[in-house]
């Protein structure tokens, strides 16, 4: 790839970039379309939610990461994608007119093992806020091409034709998270994603070649245009909200509806396999555990497993997550 190298890095350096003035209308604007908390969309509404006041979605803090992280680390160049996300924390929610900056430290450098052409890696990132306040870190690993190696030649890709989903109609009911069962796998539905939707997303949260333009990816190692991996990530969330606004309606005919707090973080996301324009992936979340927390009466963390698969059956995409929810009806 031009412009960014294996080669440039080096084991304890580190790299600063910023800032980025994140507004108002840029937060509300994504969670309308990824993350429609109430949190996130109007001041007023959240003020009787587990926050309190209006703040950016955590999904929407890792774009912004990854768009400073390709104009700074990146040196506004394209690397070859990552293999995923070992950790991620949200340590302080994201607010309007916050200015943030990032610090990238390189912990290793290796040659791949199978691909002489690149190596990987690995690094650790702090994004803080105008108040040099931690917002959020990050361990992640990144492939880079060897600057004098011979690159291997791109894979032979087969657009598929976008499919005619159906938005499904079942409905399951919500349960306090003291009282969920744990192993309980929820069917989140399928997207597909588009030419036009991959590089709107690129644009504004990951501008590298392979997300923004179909010839140019077609010269890359992927070999044709292919979403960014927080568009997937972000799309997992806009699937949860899809499906549990069915499971809100469902829910409430019988009773109270357990609150959704934010999330503190996640960690082993991988991306497995690329997904391209014209793909359609099914997502899925299983809650793997739950407990009550101390510090929140009445509310429990939630651990939860998420996956999607394309329209070939292949798995493309995971992580184990985590999230506040009610533990139990309020007096």
Known sequence: MPGIAFEDFTPGAVIEGGPLTVTRDE????AAEFDPQPFHLDEAAAEATFVGHLIGSGWQSAGFGMRLLQKHVFRGATSMGSPGILQLRWLRPVLPN?????????ESCRVSNSKPDRGFVRFGMTMLNGRDETVMTQAFSVMFARRDATPLPPRSVSLAEPARLVEGTDAERINFLGSAPIGTTRDLGGHVFTSEAIVA?????????????PGLARETHFGALCASGW???????????????????????????????????FRDMRWLAPVYAGDTLRYSCTLTAARRTATRPGWGLATHHNTAVNQHGTKVFEFTGSVFI????TA
């Open 326 to 329: 009610q533990w139990e009806p």
């Open 98 to 106: 916050d200015a943030l900056r990032i610090a990238v430290t390189v």
């Open 201 to 213: 997303f690129a644009r504004a949260y990951d501008p590298q070649a392979f997300h923004l333009d």
């Open 231 to 265: 568009h997937t990530a972000a799309v997992w969330m806009k699937r949860l909200h899809i499906t549990r606004a069915r499971d809100i309606a469902h829910t409430e005919r019988s009773g109270p509806v357990p609150q959704l707090g934010p999330s503190p973080g």
């Open 27 to 30: 937060i509300v604007a994504f």
